[in-house]
């Protein structure tokens, strides 16, 4: 039997990417650590470790534990800095032909701007990922993405900052995550990701003292996948732009049920650890089921539940 | 290129001492390509629980591809893992992290504590293989003579002679592994002690090489997700306290006792 | 050596209970599912399933599904109806001298009210746990839970209808748990528990349909113990009234979290399908760690978490 | 007091067909208690994934306290329960549910597909044990001859001669199991069919039953989180749809064709 062309393109504002399988902010290093184990340029897009205009040291160890299905970090976003990002790390992504999205973190609205600004000056980036769930310093530290006016204000803010497409990365810790979502499409918005980490703890009962020194962390993992599903489907039914699926995804199958829910692409995370080859499994898979349910493209997925 | 990812067949799995384990598997690319001091990643059962791969020493490889670890049992992951047999496969990825340096002119002395044993026995392997150096001195402590023997007895018969101490006093030295450093005091320098063990005992033997000017590495132990450097959930403080951290798996796991932070 | 008296009472409003491990409403149904597992007069108290003033045949099934170390369900609050309740459930716990806690929910303020009245007359209940998770029927079907103001009208309308200790269960699926608790607490109520299941949803990619028939459902199991650690934590720092731990708590060990990390009480939920014997496994560990480190009281490990 | 929770010993192991497995542990008291139609639920491994008991019909049980399973493999906890070896244990609850109940004065028809012969099965062992009926015809259904012969056997064995279907027509007649049941339509009534398989086989059964005027029991599965009537997962909708549900581990697993809707 002739095998169809599966046309398994997405689109994120301008941006057109080859598939819908990107590595999620924070756990695939800068492409490079996975390059034994993962074609970096034939994945959908590289999202690299979430940088700041200055180098941040983050927080002390211990900064990761395992929990039931799942893991807790409390990275506190150490990365190089923009500058050493652009000079001793995206080069190599380029060199591998690889399609970049960087994730941008900051203090203040005014950080998050300069950091788009100074992307916007680089060639060969795909799109800018907005990582808003930071504490905003000089509103005495709320994330910027529990509440919906301080998210649109960033999300103006490096919208004006930069031609490339931005996408608005999403905290689950909110009650409405349609409402942010709806908040950050009216500020530009050219497409939303979720969900970050959810806040989570662990304690030690044998010393009585919390496992990370952070005392807080980010949950992730199979965990959090039935939250993270239901919140990217309550999000696709509520904003017109695209929404990339995010957590808890290892397998195409779990790829596949954000999908149908309504995502255009998904990030995969925490699993990259535990199998440093799922990005390229799940795509793998995620054609075979095109193919075996006789769909030539994506879209024809995207969205699909029937309910 | 490495690390490699592979389902690799167990060849060979021995119980050492109640909790005590090791496991031989055919991985001959890793096995081709590893060093003393470099540790691979094992996933732990089939499903999501427990979810991230443990990190593991190499404990030694051979020509015929043939990977060791040694497993000490102290949680479920590690409980998981005493479990499989012949026949069965381990998911590994390695080798990992870098490498102890050799520095073959000096006199060398090894200490290891407990399961930190594990990659001393590669490291001495690897120094008797070649042009031996003048003196290789073992100094191995465990909790108790059952554990400690099959390990010893590894290192008496690359030829060597280790210097023994268990907590119970029921092989060598009763007590620290320690006390056997003081004895190298007397003989002439330049040592360099290789050093794994738990953290107490690297911060101990840290201490006495810095007050005798002899040069010392150390191989660390934190929690980690990834083992790839991308997660950095394996940071430790630097020696410069208000620096950035070093990243165990790959900055380490073998660093300078000077470069870390000994809190 | 002489064996210490150790004393595991713990005080809920007017309500001293003998121990700390209570059930999770609507996971041991009314008690006597479980008379072959566990001593029923042994636990600090029996939580009763969720009532309400009639009876609800609940959702339509699928209404359970398993998720990675956690289970979706949607019961849809499924109950034999306050009157039933009280001639049919409550006689055998009340002979079997079970510590009863009564759940109760509603679609409106005045039917909690009306349930806390119709329950005030009975003789022998330790507490009502008022389930604040369930949709506002007259504001189009927001949970009481998500909002501070529906929360605290709630809790004011079942104080002044009964004299019983009043425990209000909070829901996880907000931003700011702290707030909602601290609005409870203003409004009365004399112990609060948390977490309730967190919202979530799987998909079938075979067939592309919900794996619930009600689409979306609570997320409850070891999954979500770190997220509902986090929030007891939070909410012990927030509030003075008790705080009884409620989620993914399976083992001593996992009791023992919750306690250290503020809460007086817990509530063991999913756990009693897989074990049965879960809660009486519970108590029997929580007092030999106290035991072992040489504490005669469980008030000095509840808060003690060092950090 | 029943239902019991204990960990049973494995006693027996056996590879059926691929796929198919049955697992035979020693929990007396349960044995004791068991009732043809009632179930057990097993937990599956030992961490937390995969989380929830899987329930499983009574095959058989012995007066030696034998109690046997049928595990067909669907998914991955029955896949693990399926790599249960000698010597292991398994966690176990029950005897759970109810009955099917018994009317030994009729002619009595046994319809079962798949693994669904597994409680008609211990159901046939107590008809022919007491004083047996008049006629017990077992009528069983599979997808191919490898999954039917060991099961059909056992009830030749038992001195009953079952009809037999397969899918693909390797044994038996080429087809559905429900094509036997016409022929009993000749036969003088009244018949009781006990039935238990798939959805769509036990649907048309009942229609069968019904415009037949026979009684008939099904034994109907859904997904269950605990068993024991705690959770109200278990939810089937009754005959009269507007009324309260059914639920599977209490009120059935064994319900009357009548009693619940066909969808
Ligand atoms: C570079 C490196 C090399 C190692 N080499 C060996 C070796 O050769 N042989 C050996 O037996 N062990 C070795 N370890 C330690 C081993 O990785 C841990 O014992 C193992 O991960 C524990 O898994 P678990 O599931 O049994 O324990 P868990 O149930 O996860 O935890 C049990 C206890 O162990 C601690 N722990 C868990 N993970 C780690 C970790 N990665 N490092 C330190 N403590 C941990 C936990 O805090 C907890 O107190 C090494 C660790 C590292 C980082
Ligand atoms: C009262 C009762 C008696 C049963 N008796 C037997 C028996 O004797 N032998 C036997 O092999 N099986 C029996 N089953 C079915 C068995 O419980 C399921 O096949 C098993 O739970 C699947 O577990 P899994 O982890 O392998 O599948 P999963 O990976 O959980 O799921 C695989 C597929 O099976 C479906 N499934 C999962 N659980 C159930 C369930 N409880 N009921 C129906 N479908 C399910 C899922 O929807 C999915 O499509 C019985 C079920 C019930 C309710
Ligand atoms: C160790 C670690 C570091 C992370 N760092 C970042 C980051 O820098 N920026 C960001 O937006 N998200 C970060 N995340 C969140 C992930 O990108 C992702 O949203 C989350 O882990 C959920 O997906 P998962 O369950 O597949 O891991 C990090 C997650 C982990 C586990
Ligand atoms: C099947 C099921 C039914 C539940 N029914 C109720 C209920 O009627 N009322 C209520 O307040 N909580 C109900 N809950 C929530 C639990 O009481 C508990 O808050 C939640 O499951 C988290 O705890 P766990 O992780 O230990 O299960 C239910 C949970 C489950 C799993
Ligand atoms: S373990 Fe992930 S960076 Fe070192
Ligand atoms: S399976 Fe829980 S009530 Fe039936």
């Known amino acids: ?307 | 290129m490495p690390p490699y990812q592979l389902k690799a067949q167990i060849i060979r799995a021995e119980t050492l001492a109640p909790d005590l384990y090791r496991l031989t598997f055919l991985a001959p690319d890793l096995a081709a390509e590893a060093k003393p001091g470099q540790f691979v990643m094992l996933r732990v059962g089939e499903g999501a629980d427990p979810l991230l791969r443990r990190p593991f020493s190499i404990h030694q490889v051979t020509a015929s591809g043939w990977v060791q670890v040694l497993i000490k049992v102290v949680g479920k992951g590690t409980r998981l893992l005493a479990t499989l047999a012949l026949g069965q496969t381990v998911d590994v990825v390695g080798p990992l992290g870098n490498r102890f340096s050799l520095h073959t002119s000096h006199h060398i002395c090894l200490v290891g504590g407990g399961v930190g044993i594990a990659p001393l026995y590669f490291l001495a392997r690897e120094l008797q293989r070649s042009n031996p150096p003048a003196a290789v001195v073992p100094l191995l402590g465990a909790r108790t003579a059952a554990e400690l023997r099959p390990l010893a007895d590894d290192f008496v018969a690359l030829g060597l002679t280790p210097r023994l101490a268990t907590d119970d006093g029921t092989l060598g030295h009763h007590g620290l592994v320690i006390a056997h450093l003081s004895e190298l005091m007397a003989t002439p320098a330049p040592w360099i002690v290789y050093c794994c063990g738990p953290y107490p005992m690297m911060r101990a033997v840290a201490k006495i090489c810095r007050e005798q000017g002899w040069a010392c590495q150390v191989s660390l132990e934190t929690m980690m997700a990834c083992g790839l450097a991308a997660c950095l959930g394996c940071a430790v403080p630097a020696a410069d306290l208000a620096g950035p951290y070093k990243h165990v798996c790959k900055d380490g796991p073998v660093f300078g006792a000077e470069e870390v932070a000994w809190l």
């Open chain 1, 1 to 307: 039997m002739a095998l169809n062309d599966l046309d398994l393109t997405c689109r994120i504002g301008s941006a057109v990417l080859q598939n819908p399988v990107l590595t999620a902010s924070g756990t695939f290093g800068y492409g490079q650590e996975y390059e034994s184990f993962v074609n970096l340029h034939r994945l959908g897009a590289v999202v690299v470790k979430g940088i700041s205009l200055a180098p941040r040291r983050g927080n002390p160890p211990p900064r990761v534990v395992e929990t039931a299905c799942g893991m807790l970090n409390a990275i506190g976003l150490e990365n190089v800095g923009v500058e050493r990002f652009l000079a001793e790390k995206l080069p190599y992504l380029r060199g591998m032909r690889a399609t970049v999205i960087v994730n941008i973190l900051g203090d203040s609205v005014e950080e998050y701007a300069a950091l788009a600004g100074r992307l916007d000056e680089v060639a060969g980036l795909a799109a800018i990922e907005v990582n808003i769930s930071c504490p905003n310093v000089k509103k005495g530290g709320v994330a910027f993405g529990t509440d919906p006016e301080m998210a649109a204000a960033v999300t103006q803010a490096v919208k004006g900052a930069t031609r490339l497409p931005v996408i608005v990365k999403l905290s689950p810790n909110v009650t409405d995550v349609a409402l942010m979502a709806r908040a950050v499409e009216d500020a530009g918005a050219d497409a939303v990701s979720l969900i970050n980490t959810l806040l989570g703890m662990a304690i030690d009962s044998r010393t009585r003292r919390p496992r990370l020194a952070n005392v807080v962390g980010g949950l992730s993992g199979p965990a959090i996948k039935p939250i993270a599903l239901r919140m990217v489907w309550q999000v696709a039914k509520a904003v017109k732009i695209p929404v990339i699926g995010i957590g808890g995804i290892a397998t195409a199958e779990d790829a596949l049920e954000f999908l149908i829910a309504g995502a255009s692409a998904i990030e995969v995370g925490t699993a990259n650890f535990v199998n440093p080859r799922a990005c390229e499994e799940i795509l793998a898979g995620i054609g075979a089921y095109l193919e075996a349910n006789k769909m030539t493209s994506l879209r024809e997925l995207v969205g699909s539940l029937a309910i």
